[in-house]
């Protein structure tokens, strides 16, 4: 979908969300179930994620929302969905509704869950790769990256999958290169460990370091992979790229290393002010900067 469309897509699904909030009966799916949040925690544990891709989004007057639409609104960080299952547990339809604080602490709730669940780690089991054909291989991981990301929340047992397949890939080809691929092949590669463990993207952040050496990666995809390998480690991180939610469900801040000289460090990985930078997530950072 193209930008346009995008936002074709978006202010139809906005318009079509105020005309109707001037009807005041709410709309319940007949025949369905809500599946409460207690339920999507179990699921959850037992790593079943919460699927939309086949399900009917509505608004609360129970207008037809485009998957797309949907995304897009959910992404403001203003927007929640309640999914409703079949009697076979299967997510039939969803109704988009204002978001509460209720929804940020039950974010918080999957991520502890997600962080037990998960915690103990799978071995990668190297793949066969064909290194003649990387381009294609890494557009892929790409794609599939992207999509298990289009519900707001990824499947790890697909993030894994992608995983495997990047670490075959330099396990048996070596780290890709711009002799062999494009940099922005090297970019998806990049983004598959940034949203691995941290056990992995700490043992392969050697060969994204040389990457940017020979000028085959952006210095600043680099400095977000070191900020989240510290946070995830608990230290204080250089760039400020890490953003989190506290025990509130409110975004903050992930603690820096000498706060004061953040946009000198920013500025030479080819980052922008951090007040700049956090003004997307509502988070204030007023500490004066300095320079050496």
């Not at 369905?32 to 891709?53: G, H, M, P």
């Not at 557009?139 to 929340?153: A, F, M, P, V, Y």
């Not at 995809?221 to 204080?236: F, H, V, W």
């Amino acid at each position: 979908m193209n930008l346009k469309t995008l936002w074709v897509s978006l202010i139809l699904g906005i318009s079509l969300w105020l005309l109707s909030c001037q009807n005041n009966k709410t709309y319940v799916p007949e025949g369905l179930t809500k599946l409460e949040n207690a339920e999507i925690l179990e699921r959850a544990r037992n790593k079943n994620i919460i699927n939309y891709e086949n399900a009917t989004i509505k608004n609360i007057s129970g207008l037809v929302i485009s998957m797309d639409s949907a995304m897009a609104m959910s992404q403001t960080q203003k927007w929640a969905l309640d999914p409703y299952v079949n009697e076979q547990g299967e997510v039939i339809e969803a109704i988009m509704r204002k978001r509460t604080p209720e929804d940020s602490l039950f974010e918080l709730q999957m991520i502890e869950v997600f962080e037990e669940v998960y915690n103990q780690e799978p071995t990668v089991t190297i793949q066969d790769v064909d290194c003649s054909d990387l381009k294609n291989i890494q557009t892929k991981l790409w794609e599939s990256d992207q999509k298990n990301r289009e519900n707001g929340i990824p499947d790890f047992e697909v993030d894994f999958k992608n995983l495997e397949v990047a670490v075959s890939i330099i396990e048996q080809c070596g780290m890709p290169t711009t002799q062999n691929v494009d940099r922005v092949h090297i970019e998806h590669l990049w983004l598959v460990f940034q949203h691995a463990s941290n056990t992995y993207r700490k043992a392969y952040f050697q060969h994204f370091q040389e990457a940017v050496k020979r000028g085959d990666l952006r210095a600043s995809s680099l400095a977000l992979m070191e900020d989240r390998i510290l946070m995830d480690e608990g230290k204080p991180q250089i760039y400020g790229a890490q953003v989190a939610f506290d025990q509130n469900g409110v975004n903050t801040l992930h603690p820096i290393e000498s706060p004061e000289y953040v946009d000198q460090r920013r500025a030479q990985v080819g980052l922008g002010p951090l007040k700049e930078y956090l003004t997307k997530f509502g988070v204030e950072f007023d500490i004066p900067q300095k320079k050496k």
